[in-house]
Every structure is written in structure tokens, then in C-alpha cells.
């Protein structure tokens, strides 16, 4: 197993830097799930460690030791890419043994390793197939399996699910996890998708345009992110937004927006004439039954029924608003309803700054 350290690193190509001195610490054995929208610099992150690109500046470690000049082969890394990469004249078998094949291992060293990740994967009926003759989803539990061959200190998985239907993505995210917990070994695991980085990682890495936004545990993010970019790309439906000025009547600040709506806000270090935007988590929206002077008015737009959920589409003062409900209730475009946002509920940020107001 491996700890790994990155620091100040960057990553540059011509005049385009790419990432700006990421500084990250991975504990031995732990999951961490690199996140962020496509371009954000995780997946060349990735490959900096794998050995596959450059460094262009800062250190990165292998267990104390610094690997920037390390070669690929030498890091006891395994890596499982988006395309599964699998050779399609070989069987399964023979794809998995290929790595230890190359190395020149003996056989009789990797065969009881193979038919142990065979079983671990549930591959043991399929050793003889061709790669035509498997699903997708066993398509990508053979490339697992190559990896888990290698008895590597670190996985690398980069956006391994994002070839699979979303049936097969939830079994597959269940797989890569128990796999985990039965190795202990240390795993980075690129996304673009907030669900899988919630579900899995031990703790995230929330990127955005080649910086580190925010490092934690998946719910200590859901529930307290540091800034509007944070807050906006982690959760399905996003949080809401509303932006305004702060207004302090007798030590009680509230947001007045532009249309006038006021809403109570928690006692924070605010000013009055402050411009801040709030959030609020669809599912922290109440509806109420009765007229309240703290209670918006909103008409709906779109009422979109999910299964175990429906959600409200409208507005508040133009921003558009979602409402999560667990409750079957019988609501239809148009109608106008009136929905209170919890003050415990809110999410208060400086607009300029956009960081979080504690």
C-alpha cells in the first residue's frame, strides 16, 4: 500500500497552465475521489501520478519517496481507464495475464493470482470468453481485474463507469467499493459525476479550472461548502441561489433581493448594504399550507415525478428554484404555492468573494 503527497504541483502545456499548485495528502489505504466538471484538470492529475505526463513543477511522493522522475513501471501502480482496453482476440484470461506474462513471471505465480480476482469479480465463468462475448459491465470488471493481478500499493481508476448505463453504474460503484474494503489498498478515483464522489470516496477532492476548491468528507461537503462553486456542483438537484443585500432590523439581518422579498437570515458576522447570496438544498424547501409573512410566493413551472421523489420547477425574484419532495401531492404547472426556507436550512455567501459566511 502507498500514501501519497503532492505538493505545489503544477502543470503546464506551452503557455497554458493547467493546474496551479495542487497540494494534496492521501493517507495509506484511503479512497479519495477527485470531482469536477469536464476540463478541470483531475484526469491530468491522474496521469502526473501514474507517470504518464510530465511534472512541470512542484514534488510528488510515493511513500516519503519523491517520484517526480519515476518511470511509470517503477511506481507499483495499477491504473483502470474509461475505455477498458481490453485485447479483443485474447480471452479473458489471457487479458488479465498479460501484464505478469510481460513481466515474465511464472505461471504457476500468477495463475492462482488470476483465479483468485476471477472469483473476487465474479469472472470465474467467463476466464475463457472473448471480450465480444461480456457485457459492459463485465467488460470493466476484467480491466479490474488486471489491475488487482498487479497487487499494486495504488489504483488509479479514471472515470471507469462512465461507458455503463446507470443501472450498471450503481452495481459497478458497490463493486469498486467492496473491492476496496476487502484490499486496503489506496485508491484515486477521477469523476465528473458528484453522485459517484459522494457514494464512494472516504474523502473528495472538489476541482475546478486546475485548482483544489475544497478537500473533506462527502457529507461534511454536502452539508458546509466553502464557496458558490462548491456548493452549486456537489448535490443533485444543485442548491438553490438567491442573491440580494443584507437589511438589519433590531440585530436581525435579513436578504431583501431585488423584487423586495425579504428573508430571515442566521446571525452572522453581516453588514447592512452587504450583497450575499444564499443557498438552500431543494430538499430543505417547505411547503406550506397557510398564508405567513415569511412564507414566498412561487408558481410552478415544471413538476418533474421521479419514483421516490417529485420535484417543483419555479422561480424566486428570477432565480430558478427546485423543490425535492418525498410527498405524493397533487401539484400542476401553474399553480401557486407558498414555500418557506428554513433559517437553520440556509447557506449564506459573500457574492464577491463567493466564499462561505460562517
Given at each position: ?85 481490453l485485447y479483443p482476440h485474447l480471452t479473458v484470461y489471457e487479458n488479465i495475464a498479460f501484464g505478469p506474462r510481460l513481466r515474465k513471471e511464472p505461471e504457476s505465480s500468477f495463475g492462482p493470482r488470476i483465479k483468485a480476482a476471477a472469483a473476487m469479480l465474479n469472472l470465474s465463468p467467463y ?211 407558498q414555500a418557506n426556507l428554513p433559517i437553520e436550512h440556509l447557506h449564506v455567501f459573500d457574492t464577491e468573494t463567493t466564499c462561505r459566511i460562517n
Open positions: 500500500m502507498a500514501a501519497v503527497q503532492l505538493k505545489q504541483i503544477y502543470k503546464k502545456y506551452d503557455d497554458t497552465q493547467v493546474l496551479h499548485g495542487i497540494d494534496l495528502d492521501i493517507a495509506d489505504g484511503e479512497f479519495v475521489v477527485l470531482v469536477g466538471p469536464s476540463g478541470c484538470g483531475k484526469s491530468t492529475l491522474m496521469r502526473m501520478v501514474a507517470g504518464l505526463e510530465s511534472i512541470s513543477d512542484g514534488d510528488f511522493y510515493i511513500d516519503g519517496k519523491r517520484a517526480n522522475d519515476l518511470p511509470p513501471q517503477q511506481r507499483n501502480i495499477a491504473m483502470v481507464f474509461q475505455s477498458y482496453a476466464l475463457q470468453r472473448l471480450p465480444k462475448a461480456l457485457s459492459g459491465g463485465q467488460r470493466q470488471r476484467v480491466a479490474m481485474g488486471r489491475a488487482v493481478v498487479r497487487e499494486p500499493a495504488l489504483f488509479l481508476f479514471d472515470e471507469p463507469l462512465s461507458n455503463l448505463d446507470a443501472k450498471l453504474r450503481v452495481q459497478m460503484r458497490a463493486e469498486i467499493k467492496a473491492l476496496h474494503q476487502r484490499l486496503k489498498n489506496t485508491v484515486i478515483y477521477v469523476t465528473h459525476d458528484q453522485i459517484e464522489a459522494i457514494t464512494m470516496g472516504d474523502r473528495i477532492v472538489v476541482m475546478n479550472a486546475g485548482k483544489i476548491e475544497q478537500v473533506g468528507k462527502p457529507l461534511d461537503i454536502y452539508d458546509r461548502p466553502a464557496n458558490l462553486f462548491v456548493a452549486g456542483f456537489i448535490g443533485s438537484p444543485s442548491m438553490n441561489f438567491i442573491a440580494g443585500t443584507v437589511q438589519i432590523d433590531a440585530n436581525q439581518p435579513s436578504l431583501i433581493t431585488a423584487n423586495d422579498i425579504k428573508i430571515k437570515l442566521p446571525q452572522l458576522d453581516l453588514k447592512a448594504g452587504q450583497k450575499i447570496t444564499i443557498g438552500i438544498r431543494p430538499e430543505h424547501i417547505r411547503i406550506e399550507r397557510t398564508n405567513n409573512s415569511s412564507n414566498i410566493k412561487l408558481r410552478l413551472d415544471i413538476i418533474e415525478p421521479t419514483g421516490s421523489e417529485t420535484y417543483l420547477y419555479g422561480k424566486i425574484d428570477h432565480a430558478p428554484c427546485c423543490i425535492a419532495l418525498r410527498e405524493r401531492l397533487n401539484f400542476a404547472a401553474d399553480d401557486e404555492i
